[in-house]
Nanobody, 112 residues
Framework: QVQLVESGGGLVQPGGSLRLSCAAS????????MAWYRQTPGKGRDVVAS???????NYADSVKGRFTIFKDNANNTLNLQMNSLKPEDTAIYYC??????WGQGTQVTVSS
């Protein structure tokens, strides 16, 4: 069993920044893959960014150049730095690790 707890969501104006964190119940170095997904009402969860244990990252086209996924070794968290936020980034963001472990989600709202 793995517990994941996201934090860092909130309300931000367009063009602003947020950093999401995902705290895991065991060492983040034990996971060969970690990812952030997001979901809007009436739609499925879409991958936003992923990170493998050898450091490879992958981003959805819609967030490339604006979002950065990285691990914080000191705090044992997976993070998502989100810059230049747009209203279309509004969603619930979820942390994911194999096999099928999800956090409870954190709401991000981008609005003026």
């Amino acid at each position: 069993q793995v517990q994941l707890v996201e934090s860092g969501g909130g309300l931000v104006q367009p063009g602003g920044s947020l950093r999401l964190s995902c705290a895991a119940s065991r060492s983040i170095f034990s996971f060969n893959f970690m990812a952030w997904y997001r979901q809007t009402p009436g739609k499925g969860r879409d991958v936003v960014a992923s990170l493998t244990d050898d450091g490879r990252t992958n981003y959805a086209d819609s967030v490339k150049g604006r979002f950065t996924i990285f691990k914080d070794n000191a705090n044992n968290t997976l993070n998502l730095q989100m810059n230049s936020l747009k209203p279309e980034d509004t969603a619930i963001y979820y942390c994911y690790v194999p096999e099928n472990y999800w956090g409870q989600g954190t709401q991000v709202t981008v609005s003026s």
